[in-house]
């Protein structure tokens, strides 16, 4: 209630300069090898915490002790940050080969539909090594900055590269696997939102479809639209529309490349990890082969 607190103190999220100095205190005590790069650290880190910074330093200082090392090398502290955004590697874990092939090819659909997709994030790794509870591979991109909005066109290329997965399976092997549900969760919400949230959608540009609570003292503590059984059914449809759509645009990118799809999907299988490097190495050589056959 007004009143209760003269002062109000809002901490926002540290940027990536708060993050590099963040990164300085608790790497104070830390002897880092020469190649640790606090400035890119920073960069892979968007969204973190301070507290969340400092688990990292503490996690790579602990890898580096295991290894038998007396410094910390930047490899440690990209395998930290990978445990904190995907959870702790589970090499143990027996995954079928043919389940070995379906995340190979859905992990580089990711991928791909990412480098063909204007303004997405970078892709940093691909992985087919098992992380966390229920992660059988993942496909890490890396922000290059710090962004606070997105466009109309950012949001439908998230989507895009979140289908990647599943128009992969599809394509490599003609059928589709539970793999993609938290990316089709994602990807919903997102579509979703673009409709009711973010004022885009072509009937109701620039109108903001919400919902709200009982309210206090009411029987019904769950959301209650404001809008009618007609509007709905609109979002409903047109959520569907936009799902489908995007998902025939990612597969005609995967089924363009589909030649680059099969080489790193077959190089996932044989290294189980590509590095950012290896793979806008393959990216480039495609394109410029594109450029000189036209």
């Known amino acids: 209630r007004p009143g209760r607190f003269g002062r109000e103190v809002v901490v926002y999220r540290a940027d990536v300069k708060v993050r590099e100095a963040i990164l300085k205190i608790h790497a104070k005590n830390v002897k880092l090898s020469s190649d640790v790069n606090l400035a890119a650290i920073a960069r892979t880190t968007s969204g973190f915490a301070g507290a969340d910074l400092a688990n990292v330093v503490n996690e790579a200082a602990l890898l580096a002790v295991r290894a038998g090392r007396k410094q910390v090398n930047m490899e440690d502290f990209d395998e930290a940050v990978e445990k904190a955004v995907a ?4 090499k143990s874990r027996v995954i079928k080969e043919n389940e070995r092939k379906i995340v190979a090819f859905h992990e580089t659909g990711h991928a791909l539909a990412a480098a063909f997709t204007e303004g997405a994030d970078k892709v940093h790794k691909i992985s087919i090594i098992p992380r966390g509870m229920a992660a059988l591979g993942y496909t890490l991109q890396m922000p290059e900055e710090d962004r606070y909005l997105r466009t109309e066109k950012e949001l439908y290329g998230e989507i895009d590269v979140l289908l990647g ?27 979703r939102s673009i409709i009711t949230d973010y004022g885009m959608s072509s009937r109701f540009r620039n109108v903001v479809l919400s919902q709200r609570g009982g309210g206090y003292g009411s029987d019904s503590p769950s959301l209650v639209r404001e809008y009618s059984e ?30 680059v799809m099969d080489y790193i999907a077959n190089r996932l299988l044989e290294k189980e990890i590509i590095e950012e490097a290896e793979f806008t190495d393959i990216i480039k050589a495609k394109k410029h082969l594109e450029n000189t056959n036209e």
Not at 241 to 258: G, H, Q
């Open 230 to 259: 007609t509007t709905q059914q609109y979002i409903d449809e047109e959520v569907a529309r936009i799902m489908e759509e995007r998902f025939a645009r990612v597969s005609d990118i995967l089924n363009s490349n589909r030649d």
């Open 87 to 90: 959870g702790l590697q589970k």
């Open 165 to 191: 997965g599943r128009a992969a399976e599809l394509i490599a092997f003609g059928e589709v696997s539970t793999g993609a549900s938290n990316d089709l969760q994602r990807a919903t919400d997102i579509a």
